[in-house]
């Protein structure tokens, strides 16, 4: 995966446990407009189930996802979609 796209907002939420992380890659998710990538980084197991979540809910795209040791690491395109409440 490469992490050195001018497109990209790198989020390096290592240490954090859930519901941090994905509470904060949402967020930062949210604020991105369509086509943008975000590259979260994590150490917490449970994003590999949290984050492919995140992605489906926002209808956003998950274009890969590695695990190196502890780190995970997730590419995820933002998509158009209507502001939420």
């Known amino acids: ?8 907002v ?3 939420l290592s240490g ?9 890659a949402r967020k ?4 991105l ?3 943008r990538t975000l590259v979260v ?7 590999m189930i949290d984050i492919p979540n995140l992605v489906r809910e926002e209808g956003a795209r998950l274009d890969g ?3 190196s040791g502890d780190r995970l690491r997730f590419r995820i ?4 979609k209507p502001p939420h409440s």
Not at 16 to 24: I, N, Q, S, T
Not at 28 to 31: D, V
Not at 77 to 80: C, G, H, V
């Open 16 to 24: 954090l446990k859930c519901p941090l992380p994905v509470l904060r």
């Open 65 to 67: 996802a590695e695990r």
């Open 28 to 31: 930062a998710l949210r604020r």
């Open 41 to 47: 980084t994590c150490t917490d197991p449970m994003a």
């Open 10 to 12: 790198d989020l390096d």
């Open 33 to 35: 407009p369509a086509g």
């Open 77 to 80: 395109t933002a998509s158009a």
């Open 1 to 8: 995966m490469v992490a050195d796209d001018p497109d990209s």
